[in-house]
């Protein structure tokens, strides 16, 4: 069990193409079955190297700078992505992407903020696409959560007050379900929200609790918290918010994660972000093996596990 990180470390630099794209599948359903088609969205590289900031190991400096390579390649100005070639520029992807380059001199400059309240509601929500609102142009809350967590982290909290309001009491409430229509399951809105806390969003500081008491709802008997993916997006987020399980309620939720790993070090993808866009009903899924592994390794170092000196379950 001891070299789960280093498996997984390894496939993920092996898996990673040489121009630093990370590769999902887009399914034609949601319980990702049938033929799938590959793509290289910047988003899905841009999460991955977030993701996997926490291990500080070679072959994760080395997948990050290569994953920034490529995401810098796919900027255009004044940083913007698009999902698709063929989509409008989203919020989500300017969010993450930048966070993932914020070394960049425009990221830096904090050249794109301009473009944010152009897409905000009256509500002060930001819808997800830079481009006229419609009924397929509307406010998702993880899209949300992330870009909130973005402006944190340039010191503009006041731009995204409103909408950080919004999803304080959506978690408060317990309102989430629902209201992501690309993300399926709430914990990845409470995952969102943690990581943007730890950014420094004023109106999620004093959520810890009942942040925490959310994220604990979901623990299923066997120490999951849904699927692998949500386990360890879970996990990570419950270390984030300084509030992780103990014991063996601990060594359960690890049992769970290391049981799914494969012999190529990787973990099974399973359905992430889910179209086609409103008003449209969900039909399709779209999976990475590469981001659920980055998710997993993040979970394990974070719980202690790394290349050097891990204690699993079986080592007691």
Known sequence: MCGAVDRGLDFLQASIRGD???TSRLYPSLDLK???KEEQPPFVAALGALTLEVCDDPRSRAVRDRS???IVRSMSHPGTWRYWPNLPRDLDSLSICSLAIRWHPWVLSARNLGLLPTAQDDMGRFRTWLAPPNEGNVADSVVNANVVGYLAAQGRNELGAQAAAWLAGLITEGNAEGTSHYYPDAMDLYDAVARARQRGVPAFQDMDSRLGDRVRSRR??????GDTLRTARALSALHVLEAPPEGEALWATLERILSRQRSDGSWPEHCYWQGPLPPR???VGFGCAMLDTASCVEALVRSGAGPDGMRFPSDR
């Open 281 to 283: 009903p969900p039909t």
């Open 68 to 70: 920034g390579e490529f």
């Open 34 to 36: 049938g033929s799938p």
């Open 220 to 225: 299923g008997a066997d120490g999951g918290y």
């Open 20 to 22: 630093g794209a990370w």
